[in-house]
Nanobody, 124 residues
Framework: VQLQASGGGLVQAGGSLRLSCAVS????????MGWFRQALGKEREFVAA????????YYAGSVRGRFTVSRDAAENTMFLQMNSLEPEDTAIYYC??????????????????WGQGTLVTVSS
């Protein structure tokens, strides 16, 4: 499974960005997908998860109500719509994939497949 994240950039606080994660290599029905982020000097943290086959979603408390994870099955692409962005959301954002197991999959070490990351910077 190969993942390619894109869509990061610089945005003012209160603004929006949409990240994309294009996936290639195999069918995604047996997979869970995740978004994680890592700020400078901090550990990688869970943001959101998506069970591909049924589009079930789960969010970290810090982003619930502001971020929305979705997928386009025809394009094998996952999205993260980020609204009401805050400076604390500044980080490199990564998408990841794993076979369906425990739900929700919130730990980075559960995911064997990772994209390269895309930088999101929110200015105050």
């Amino acid at each position: 499974v190969q993942l390619q994240a894109s869509g990061g950039g610089l945005v003012q606080a209160g603004g929006s960005l949409r990240l994309s994660c294009a996936v290639s290599g195999r069918t995604l029905d047996p997979y869970d997908m995740g978004w994680f982020r890592q700020a400078l000097g901090k550990e990688r943290e869970f943001v959101a998860a998506l069970r591909w086959s049924v589009a079930s979603t789960y969010y970290a408390g810090s982003v619930r109500g502001r971020f929305t994870v979705s997928r386009d099955a025809a394009e094998n692409t996952m999205f993260l719509q980020m609204n009401s962005l805050e400076p604390e959301d500044t980080a490199i954002y990564y998408c990841a994939a794993k076979l369906n197991q425990r739900w929700p999959p919130r730990q980075p070490n559960e995911y064997p497949y990772w994209g390269q990351g895309t930088l999101v910077t929110v200015s105050s």
